[in-house]
C-alpha cells in the first residue's frame, strides 16, 4: 500500500518543496502554486497536441514556462507589496489562484485532457503485489534528485547564501551585495519548476481539468503545515503521511473521506503543533 | 459590549461616528427607492443580493479589516447559516436565520480556539481548513437526504404577511442591512474599535495596553461569523434554494474581494464592495446582451461564471496596487478635495498606508 501511494505522495513533495523554498526565500505564501504548476501542465499540452512535440520537449518548455510564469508574478506582482505585510500578499497569491483557474478553462475548455505518453511510459514494473508504472518510478527518482540537489543548492553554494540572507533581511542583504530580486524570483522559479513536474506527472495519468490547479495547490496545502513550511525535509515526511493517510481513508473509510482526510490532519496540526512536525520555532504564542 | 479601551485618547476620526455613517446610509436608501419606484423585478432582484451580500461583507470585515486577520471562510459561514434553514424551516421565519447565526458563531470559535491563539496566518489556514469540511458535510448531507440537486425553501411569512415580492424582501432586506450596519458602526467605533485598531497596527502594543487580544480576536470572529451566517440563511430564504455547489472557494473569494475593492476597516467600504462586486456577474450579463449583436456576447455567455471569477480576481490586484484602501478612501479623497479645496493642495490626499488607515470611520 505506501508503495503504491509513492506516487502520490511525490506529487505533493514537490509542490510542497515549493512552497517551503519560496518561503524560505521571501518569507511569502504562494497559493498560487498549484495554478502555476497546472499553467505549465497545460503549455505541455498544448506542445503535443497542437504542434505535435515529443513528450520530453514538450514537458521541458511545459516546466520553462511555468518558471518564466512564476518567477514573472514574483517580480511583477509580488516584488512592489513585499513591505505591505503578509495579509496582502497572501491575499494577492489567492487572486492569483483565482485567476489563472477561470482563465485555464476559457483557454483549454474543462477537459480531462490527457497527456500523451509512449507505450513505454506505461510499462509496470512490480513490487511484491505492488505495479508502479516506469512513468511513475522515473518521477520518483526524478524527485528524490531534484530534492536533494536543491536541498544542496540551499545548504552548501553562494547562491543559497544569497536565498538565506535575503529572506532574513533584504536590506542588509542588499547592501552586502546580493541581489534580493534576482535571488527571490530564482526560487519562485524554482518552486514554479518542481511543481510543474509534478503537475506534468499528474496530466499524465490523471488528466488535466479545471481542478487541478486546486488539487496540486490545495492538495499538497496540508502537507507543508503537517511537515513545517520552512522545512524541505518536513515537505518530504509531510508528503509522505498526506499520501499514506489518504491511501488508508480509501481503503478504509470510502473515496470522498480522502478528499478531507488533509484537511482533517491539519487542522489536529493546527490544535497540537502548528508550527509542524520540522518547522523551526518562528510562531509567536500569545 | 464591554469597551476593553476606556482610557485611550480618542483618535480623530472616531469623535463622530453617527455623522460618518449617514452619507452611506443615505445613499443605500436612495438607489433602494429609485428601483422600488421603478418597479422592475429584475433589477430589484439584483439590488436584494447585492444588499444581502452587503451584510456578508460587513460581517468579513470586522475580521479581515478592523481585526487583521486573513479569512476565507465566509463561504462555509454562508453556507452554514443556510443549511440551519434547511434543517429548521419548520419553526417561523426570523428564528431560523437567528439560528443560523448562532451555529456559524459557535463554529467561529471552535476554529477561532486553536488559530486565533497564534500569530501570523493561522486562521487563514483554520479557514481553508473550515471551507473543505463544510463542503464535505453540505455534499454528503445533500446525498443523504436525497437532494442532490439541492433543497427548495418556501417564502418565509412574518406577522401572516409572506415575504414574496421584490419589494416585500426590499423592504426586509434593507431594514436588517441597516440594522446590521447600525451594529457593526457602534462596535467598531467605541473602546472596542479603538481596541481592534491597536491589535491590528501592533499587537504587542495591544498586549501592553491590557488588552486581551485572544478574547478580542475571538469575539470579532464570533460576531463576524454570526453576521456572515446570518446572511447566509436570509439568502437561502430569498433564493429559495440551497446546494452545496453554491458555496464554493471562488465564493469565499469574491467577500475578499468586497472587503478590499469596498475599504478594509471600512463600514461604508464594505457596502459600496459589496454592491460594486456582486453587480459584477450581472453587468457581464447585460454586456454579453449588448455584444451578442457584434458576435462577441457568446464567448461572455459561454464563460459566464469564469469570466465572473476572472473580474473578482483581477479586481482584487488592479486594487491591492493602485487603491489598496479602495472605494472609501477615493470617497474620503474626493470629500476632502470638496470640502477644503485650498488646504488640500498642503494636504496629502494619498490614501494612507493600509496598515495604519483607520479606515472608513471617516467615510
Known amino acids: ?286 | 459590549m464591554k469597551a476593553p479601551l476606556r482610557n485611550v485618547s480618542r483618535s480623530n476620526s472616531h469623535r463622530q461616528p453617527w455623522r460618518a455613517a449617514i452619507a452611506p446610509a443615505v445613499l443605500v436608501i436612495a438607489i433602494v427607492l429609485a428601483i422600488l419606484l421603478s418597479g422592475s423585478a429584475e433589477y430589484g432582484y439584483q439590488l436584494n443580493l447585492a444588499m444581502l451580500a452587503a451584510i456578508g461583507a460587513l460581517g468579513l470585515n470586522l475580521v479581515t479589516g478592523y481585526a487583521g486577520q486573513i479569512s476565507i471562510g465566509a463561504a462555509a459561514f454562508l453556507a452554514i447559516g443556510a443549511y440551519t434553514v434547511v434543517i429548521c424551516h419548520a419553526l417561523p421565519f426570523p428564528i431560523p436565520v437567528i439560528l443560523g447565526g448562532l451555529a456559524a458563531a459557535i463554529v467561529g470559535i471552535g476554529i477561532g480556539i486553536p488559530s486565533l491563539r497564534l500569530r501570523g496566518l493561522y486562521l487563514l489556514f483554520a479557514t481553508l481548513v473550515l471551507q473543505y469540511l463544510v463542503g464535505y458535510v453540505t455534499q454528503e448531507y445533500d446525498v443523504d437526504s436525497g437532494a442532490l440537486a439541492g433543497h427548495a425553501i418556501s417564502p418565509p411569512s412574518i406577522f401572516g404577511f409572506s415575504i414574496v415580492s421584490q419589494r416585500a424582501w426590499c423592504v426586509t432586506i434593507l431594514i436588517i442591512l441597516l440594522l446590521v450596519t447600525l451594529f457593526v458602526r457602534n462596535v467598531v467605533s467605541g473602546g472596542y474599535g479603538r481596541a481592534l485598531w491597536i491589535l491590528r497596527t501592533n499587537e504587542s502594543a495591544a498586549s501592553v495596553l491590557g488588552i486581551n487580544s485572544v478574547r478580542l480576536k475571538l469575539q470579532t470572529l464570533a460576531t463576524s461569523s454570526a453576521i456572515i451566517g446570518c446572511a447566509g440563511a436570509l439568502t437561502a430564504y430569498f433564493i429559495g434554494f440551497v446546494s452545496s455547489d453554491s458555496y464554493g472557494l471562488s465564493v469565499a473569494i469574491s467577500y475578499i474581494a468586497m472587503v478590499l475593492v469596498g475599504g478594509r476597516a471600512s463600514v461604508g467600504g464594505s457596502i459600496m464592495g459589496a454592491f460594486f462586486v456582486s453587480l459584477i456577474p450581472f453587468g457581464l450579463q447585460e454586456l454579453s446582451t449588448t455584444l451578442s449583436a457584434a458576435g462577441a456576447g457568446n464567448f461572455i455567455q459561454s464563460n459566464a461564471a469564469n469570466l465572473d471569477n476572472a473580474v473578482y480576481a483581477a479586481l482584487i490586484i488592479v486594487f491591492i496596487f493602485f487603491c489598496p484602501d479602495g472605494l472609501a478612501s477615493l470617497v474620503r479623497a474626493v470629500k476632502r478635495l470638496a470640502v477644503r479645496p485650498t488646504k488640500a493642495q498642503h494636504d496629502d490626499i494619498s490614501p494612507q498606508p493600509s496598515q495604519v488607515a483607520t479606515g472608513g470611520s471617516s467615510a
Open chain 1, 1 to 286: 500500500m505506501s508503495v503504491g501511494q509513492l506516487p502520490v505522495a511525490a506529487v505533493y513533495a514537490l509542490v510542497g518543496v515549493g512552497f517551503v523554498f519560496i518561503y524560505r526565500t521571501t518569507k511569502t505564501l504562494n497559493l498560487a502554486q498549484g495554478a502555476i504548476a497546472a499553467v505549465g501542465a497545460y503549455v505541455t499540452y498544448t506542445m503535443q497536441s497542437d504542434l505535435h512535440v515529443g513528450y520530453i520537449l514538450a514537458a521541458v518548455v511545459g516546466i520553462v514556462a511555468a518558471f518564466c510564469l512564476s518567477a514573472g508574478i514574483y517580480l511583477l506582482l509580488m516584488r512592489p507589496l513585499l513591505g505591505q505585510g503578509p495579509i496582502v500578499v497572501v491575499i494577492l497569491t489567492l487572486a492569483m489562484v483565482i485567476l489563472l483557474e477561470a482563465v485555464i478553462p476559457m483557454i483549454w475548455g474543462p477537459g480531462p485532457n490527457y497527456l500523451m505518453t509512449t507505450s513505454w511510459y506505461k510499462t509496470t514494473v512490480r513490487f511484491s503485489s505492488v505495479a508502479i508504472t516506469h512513468l511513475d518510478l522515473i518521477m520518483i527518482v526524478l524527485v528524490i534528485i531534484l530534492i536533494s540537489f536543491f536541498a544542496v543548492i540551499m545548504r552548501f553554494t553562494s547562491l543559497g547564501v544569497a536565498m538565506r540572507a535575503a529572506a532574513e533581511n533584504p536590506v542588509l542583504a542588499t547592501a552586502r551585495g546580493v541581489g534580493v530580486n534576482m535571488v527571490g524570483s530564482l526560487a519562485w522559479g524554482f518552486a514554479g519548476t518542481l511543481a510543474a513536474i509534478a503537475a506534468i506527472e499528474y496530466g499524465s495519468t490523471q488528466g488535466l481539468t479545471a481542478s487541478t490547479a486546486d488539487v496540486l495547490g490545495f492538495g499538497a496545502f496540508p502537507a507543508i503545515i503537517l511537515g513545517g513550511i520552512d522545512s524541505v525535509a518536513g515537505a518530504l515526511v509531510g508528503a509522505f503521511i498526506l499520501a499514506i493517510a489518504q491511501g488508508l481513508a480509501v481503503l478504509y473509510v470510502g473515496g470522498s473521506l480522502s478528499e478531507i482526510i488533509g484537511y482533517l490532519l491539519l487542522l489536529a496540526v493546527l490544535l497540537v503543533r502548528p508550527r509542524g512536525l520540522f518547522g523551526s520555532r518562528e510562531v509567536v504564542r500569545l
